[in-house]
């Protein structure tokens, strides 16, 4: 019982210090380019005035996405949530979300290191399973559209953070059966409520899985369960510096799960991961 309170207590610390610090440091950023400013706005040039003025707009965003995403968890937890279920096109949807995730990609790198004309791309994006013009079996599924959009944007999103610079992100989709794809599935919690799931309905019920691979830093197994948790995120020394809170997985995995859905990954550490989502096909 002692070790447990004294576990609680620590990870209490532990979200207090999170918080402050993932919270102070676009602060900080508002607070000092502000200042500036106001002190030397006369003597700052046009050019420098404006590169000021870019870095509190993106501070403040950034500040608004994690007070966003604080308020968010609390609601996905405290309150019913009624979805807004329809016919929506999976593949169309993919591509929004991955030319979306890829210009705010592309557009903050070019901020950070001045070169707004450069025409590289930080990131590759390769679609599997959706031919243009063509119409296949897990195209259309019943789905809250907004919500799925923001699970399939922080999934891309947390890929990205783990992935070198000029790395590829793989998307794709897939119409599978239950008994397909359990012999694939790591033993995850995951894995135990997709085994449920069949047990209640029937194993060769038609899914639709939709996979996000990246190539970055990957995971340890024993943490495959915990990256779902909220505040919880993998070790980053092995990486660039990443911030936020680590609530985009735990969000997600909340949405799917109202969807009666499932969501899990699989990784090797140092070969990167895969993000899978399976879903009930319309």
């Not at 500036?36 to 590169?51: C, M, N, P, Y």
């Not at 922080?154 to 000029?166: F, K």
Request: proline share 4%.
């Amino acid at each position: 019982m002692r070790d447990m309170i004294e576990e609680k207590n620590r990870s209490a610390i532990d979200l207090l210090t999170t918080l402050s610090h993932e919270l102070r440091t676009p602060l900080t950023a508002i607070k000092g380019y502000t200042s500036t400013l106001v002190r030397h706005e006369q003597r700052l040039r046009k050019w420098e005035r404006l590169e000021f003025l870019q870095a509190i707009q993106q501070a403040s965003e950034q500040l608004e996405v994690l007070i966003n995403q604080i308020i968010e968890v609390q609601q996905l937890e405290a309150e019913p949530i009624i979805l807004e279920q329809r016919q929506v096109n999976l593949c169309q949807l993919i591509k929004e979300v991955v030319a979306d995730v890829r210009d705010t990609a592309q557009h903050s790198l070019r901020f950070q290191h001045s070169h707004p004309t450069d025409p590289h791309p930080v990131f590759q994006f390769e679609i599997t399973g959706c031919t243009e013009g063509q119409e296949t079996p897990h195209q259309f599924i019943y789905a809250d559209r907004e919500r799925l959009r923001e699970v399939l944007k922080n999934i891309l999103e947390n890929a990205l953070l783990y992935s070198p610079h000029g790395g590829t992100i793989e998307v794709g989709v897939r119409t599978i059966s239950m008994d397909q794809i359990l012999p694939t599935m790591p033993p995850t919690n995951a894995r135990d409520q997709v085994q449920a799931h069949g047990t209640a309905t029937a194993y060769n019920q038609r899914m639709v899985e939709i996979w996000v691979r990246d190539h970055g830093i990957g995971i340890e197994p024993q943490h495959l369960n915990e990256i779902f948790e909220v505040f919880h995120r993998v070790d980053t020394r092995l990486t660039r510096e990443v911030r936020g809170l680590g609530l985009g997985l735990a969000i997600s995995k909340r949405i799917i799960e109202l969807h009666n859905g499932t969501i899990w990954a699989e990784s090797e550490p140092g070969k990167g991961s895969v993000f899978h989502i399976l879903l009930a096909a319309a």
